[in-house]
């Protein structure tokens, strides 16, 4: 009989094998100094643009004292246990109910982390007959709830609606047979390539099917929709989403998530979120310091139009010298180069130790071999000179991946990965 450990001594997995080669550098950087628009890298002055703080929230004096304080009241422990037991507090209730009116649901329930949180609240809407259709790009978080199911369940190609469409009848066949009903997931935005989710065209389909409809909007809540609350309120369907979803980690610059809906959906899923019930309640500090922020949004509009200042010029500006920034449509930025892994390797240290720009790589099996993509995420903390000065940076490295700099550069590495 085999050793459990033997496959593990034999292969890393596909992004552990360059565990070597990217460790401390490319994953799991140290990134020092607060959390800003300049930030230090082994102690060398850089750009952050990999830092999903939209809102620049994360380092706001008026936060920092909001949560210093809380910190000073409650400490890190309180309320100790589950919410259902004994963690459970007025000001949980008070940041549910403020979030649910701000995205326009008649209920809200917290999750001390989005990804457990919505695995939980996908294994909780589904039923052993009931079938799950979703995108096949879609966040780990997704996946890992689809995972729980033990039902059927079909992926759509991403963001097709003609294949949605498709998947649907197969879905709506089996489900009649089955005698359950569908659940449709799809993000607000995809966090890789920044585009949103065709929502909007997505509700349409309950014209000519019987579906429910939850959407992860983790990038989309406080950077999309005329008041921050996201993807659902940009495209004018918030109403027809029917388990919104988002989490505290990116615009709100914190820990935790929630969902909201229907109350009679709510009061069942508070019930029945496993990853809640069986788990300690958010922290009161992140529920203190997430009514701070929620605050901050709804009443300084100045933090978003800052934001889509620099998303507009980085964009723009990319574009504009011809870069590749895929069909983004909302804050996320890619940004899309041909290469391989240890050229991506080179250009990346290159951009850093020479131009002092930090940001993050993203290369197979994440996205198809061949391609580099630089994921870039503007804050409002970003200024335009920091705009201007990483296009002249890209500039210069597309030039040098193109005459082959990097490629000269990784030659050994190549050799060594038979790349
Ligand atoms: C699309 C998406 N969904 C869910 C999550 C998980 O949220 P959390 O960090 O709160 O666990 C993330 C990452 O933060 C995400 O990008």
């Not at 029917?242 to 229907?262: M, P």
Request: charged share 25%.
């Amino acid at each position: 009989m085999k050793d459990l450990f033997a496959k593990i001594y034999k292969d890393k997995g596909p992004l552990g094998k360059w565990a070597e080669q990217a460790e401390g550098y490319f994953v799991f950087p140290k990134l020092e100094g607060q959390i800003s628009n300049r930030m230090k890298f082994q102690g060398k002055d850089v750009i952050t643009w990999s830092i999903n703080d939209y809102l620049g929230l994360a380092n706001h004096p008026e936060v920092r004292k909001v949560d210093a304080e809380a910190a000073a009241e409650y400490g890190s422990a309180y309320p100790m246990g589950a919410r259902m037991m004994s963690g459970h507090t007025e000001m949980h209730e008070k940041l549910q109910n403020e979030l649910a009116e701000f995205v326009s649901k008649e209920a809200a329930y917290l999750l001390n982390f989005g990804y457990q949180g919505i695995m939980s609240t996908i294994d909780a809407l589904v039923a052993k007959d009931d079938i799950i259709v979703y995108d096949v790009d879609s966040h780990a978080c997704i996946i890992d709830g689809v995972r729980l199911h033990m039902g059927k369940r079909f992926t759509y190609k991403h963001n097709d609606i003609e294949s949605l469409e498709k998947n649907l009848e197969r879905a709506t066949k089996m489900a009649e047979t089955t005698g359950g009903g569908i659940l449709v997931i799809s993000e607000g935005v995809f966090g890789m390539r920044g585009e949103q989710g065709r929502l909007k065209e997505i509700v349409a389909l309950k014209q000519k099917f019987n579906f429910r409809f939850l959407v992860d909007d983790a990038h989309g809540f406080g950077t999309l929709g005329a008041t921050g609350a996201g993807a659902g309120e940009e495209q004018g369907i918030q109403d027809d989403i029917d388990v919104y979803f988002a989490t505290f980690a990116k615009s709100l610059a914190s820990t935790g998530a929630f969902i909201a809906g229907d109350k009679e959906i709510m009061d069942y899923l508070k019930y029945n979120l496993r990853s809640q019930m069986f788990a300690k309640s958010l922290q009161m500090t992140l529920t203190v310091g997430a009514l701070k922020r929620l605050d901050m949004l709804r009443t300084m509009p100045e933090l978003k139009q800052n934001l889509w200042k620099i998303v507009d010029a980085l964009q723009s500006g990319l574009k504009e010298r011809g870069f590749d920034i895929g069909s983004t449509t909302s804050c996320v930025t890619p940004v899309y180069l041909n290469g391989s892994i240890p050229e991506a390797m080179a250009l990346v240290r290159d951009l850093r130790e020479n131009y002092g720009i930090f940001c993050s790589i993203v290369v197979y099996p994440v996205i198809p071999k061949g391609l580099i993509l630089l994921r870039m995420i503007p804050t409002a903390t970003h200024t335009i000179q920091d705009v201007t000065e990483t296009l002249d940076a890209f500039d210069a490295i597309r030039t040098r991946l193109e005459n082959g700099t990097y490629k000269r550069m990784s030659a050994a590495l190549i050799k060594a990965m038979g790349e």
